[in-house]
């Protein structure tokens, strides 16, 4: 038994795997919550909409944790990902999941107790809830709790990535609790926060948080007062509250600047029998090695991770420009044909570890290894713009993964010329003979192809 | 409806007169918990003006004799 690292918040259960297969503990705090769920058919009709990860009870096995009452048995998901890789629509489609849950569930006296972004993720196909005990039973006349972290979750980080910079979204790393609201009101421009919505559930709600902090500072110098009152929420006002909600995320978009990857198509200095040729090789090597996944590092559009999810693979495509992540994104979510995840990761910095004991949250790492990564033009940024040693990037790939797809881009190639134009010689060494040497020390060299553009398709294997 | 004459931030100093008791193990915080008060009254009295309209709309569809597909 190995309890998840990232549950323990919520004392009602825990995650934990055996033999590979994903449980969840209900301890006793959370055991009527989930039975009057469950007996209301509420788990039942959130699974058909497709808006909650399945469940199947199990009998709790010796090896469950302490103070199991119920157990239940996920699917395993393909990978975990986190709101500060995410496409922007990823995190629009996570806060839509969870209004819609709750418009679903509210008539029938239940809501969801919390609203995070971590309980949000990719199935394969589609965003999910994964917390099973985030449904309850609603407190009658009661403010929904999960209000303020709703907004510092999804709202105030999705009004800064839409109206400031789509590169505020990796302020996540930082505020792994939510985004402050004073910190997204001040970051959007003025006009945007007069947008009803904005101006209800983020100026006035971050004044109001504001005002509150005083008024508690100035009160927590005498002895804490006993609480003789809290504000009322009627269920039609919460009802109301959500749709409104509702309505402002689905307001807010990001318009990407287009020209960010419609141009790719012309500045790369591939030609049609180039990129024919290299298609067609990943093309049978994805479909002789038949990974179940495959990470596409420096994907761009995800042109390649296509042909990979063409072979049945689950496809986890990354790239540090948020433009080709949401495109890709998009483009996967009409062909529901092919499991592709894109991520928006710097890969020369990439997702460390964090929340508690910085292990609470996977760093890219710990979620792997891929059957097969494809590193695709990816090398000589890394060498020659990170100025990362060859050596180095071939070790960090030695532990993603099994199988490797590697291009190396001769120094004559005319992007490579183009990234060390103004460095008058002083870069790392990049050749071909420093790149077998550096990835042989990690890798055995299986197969290669070279294109009329003079760059070599390698397929290696970790030795 | 009285709270809508106010400024907004005595709206918020009026209902912050009431501490909150929290219901979850997550920090519902005061502020979230008084504004969205405010805001759920709001709603809720925009949908009751609403259904009132309605009703309006139908009593005088039905005084002048107009057929109305939400007439039983």
Redesign the interface.
Known sequence: MVADAGSF????GQIFSENGRIYRSIFQPGVDDYEAARDAGVYTDLMEEGLLVSHEEVPAGPSSPKGTVICLAHPRLPMISYPWEWPFSILKDAALIHLKAMEKILPRGFWL??A?AFNAQFDGSRVVLIDTLSVGKR?PE????????F?SHFLAPMAMAAYGDIRMLSLWRSFIDGFPLDLAAGAIPFWRRWRPGLL??LA??A???????R??DIAGKGPP??????????D??????I??LHRTIEGIRWKRSSRLWEAYGDIRTYQDEDVTRKSEYVDKVAGALNPDTVWDLGANTGEFSLIAASHGAFVVSIDGDPACTEYLYQKACADKSKSILPLTMDLANPSPGLGWDSRERFSLTDRGPADLVLALALIHHLVLSACVPIKMVAQWLGTLCQDLLVEFVPPDDPMVKKLIRNRRGEHLPYSMEVFQTGFGQFFSFEDQETLPNGRTLFLLRRL | MAPVLLTSAQCILLLLVFATQAHAYIDPATGSMVIQAILAAIAAAAVSIGIFWRRIKLFLAGLFGRKNDEQP
């Open positions: 918040r919520d004392p009602s107790r919390d995070s407190v009661s403010p929904w709790v999960a209000y303020g972290q907004c209800m559930h006035l709600h004044r109001a948080q504001d005002l509150a902090d008024k508690e007062k006993i609480a003789k009152k809290q504000p009322r929420v009627s039609r006002g919460l009802i109301g509250l749709r409104s």
